[in-house]
């Protein structure tokens, strides 16, 4: 099985600061990887998939970059909104794992 | 409008069964691919299993094989899981979401609560 690993697991920041979040993949995935967001109580939200195509209706804020093993999910400049926690998602083999999570609060 | 909601959560005591449903509305339910995704309390998100557009292709996580069986029925637009044998450690929110192939879980139920006691 393919195992995800996200770095950090908890990121503090300011509104307006730029963030990233590393996903590392243990093998190779191209580009079949998928970002949430998710806030407490809240279903999970896909921000990108793809590794880097923006879903409908996501701000143009969140970007995501990457292939094979190791990717990016960058906010630019944050807002009261994003604070929540974050994960990736391997598409593209079963199971499709999620890392452990990235919950970024506010400094 | 596009929507899942499931149903069936609750407290069952352990070694029993349970069947959540999934009723989608909004958009043609035959032609995705559908999962169950948990997320035990405080815990991330774990992936269960998937079920093809073609209601016969299956996957499941090494931790439900054997005792949660994935099924659908396109005609009624409804997903299901039936989970026997239940543990402690299946104590979890538990998410339907549909899937447009390689372009993630793109839209999910709001959960139903599954409380396995012992």
């Known amino acids: 099985d393919i195992q995800l690993t996200q770095s950090p697991s908890f990121l503090s920041a300011s509104v307006g600061d730029k963030v990233t979040i590393t996903c590392r993949a243990s093998?190779?995935?191209?580009?079949?990887l998928a970002w949430y967001q998710q806030k407490p109580g809240k279903a999970p939200k896909l921000l990108i998939y793809?590794?880097?195509t923006l879903q409908s209706g996501v701000p143009s804020r969140f970007s995501g970059s990457g292939s094979g093993t190791e990717f990016t999910l960058t906010v630019s400049s944050l807002q009261p909104e994003d604070f929540a926690t974050y994960y990736c998602?391997?598409?593209?083999?079963?199971?499709?794992?999620f890392g452990q999570g990235t919950r970024l609060e506010i400094k | 409008q596009v929507q899942l909601v499931e149903s069936g959560g609750g407290v069952v005591q352990s070694g029993r069964s349970l069947r959540l449903s999934c009723a989608a509305s909004?958009?043609?339910?035959?032609?995705?691919?559908m999962h169950w995704v948990r997320q035990a309390p405080g815990k991330g998100l774990e992936w269960v299993a998937v079920i093809r557009y073609d209601e016969i292709n299956k996957n499941y996580a090494d931790s439900v094989k054997g005792r949660f069986t994935i099924s659908r029925d396109n005609s009624k637009k409804t997903l299901y899981l039936q989970m026997n044998s239940l543990r402690a450690e299946d104590t979890a929110v538990y998410y339907c979401?549909?899937?447009?192939?390689?372009?993630?879980?793109?839209?999910w139920g709001q959960g139903t609560m599954v409380t396995v006691s012992s």
């Open positions: 793809a590794a880097s």
């Open positions: 998602q391997q598409l593209n083999s079963y199971p499709q794992g």
């Open positions: 093998q190779g995935i191209g580009s079949y």
């Open positions: 909004g958009f043609t339910f035959s032609t995705y691919d």
């Open positions: 979401a549909r899937d447009p192939v390689g372009g993630g879980l793109d839209i």
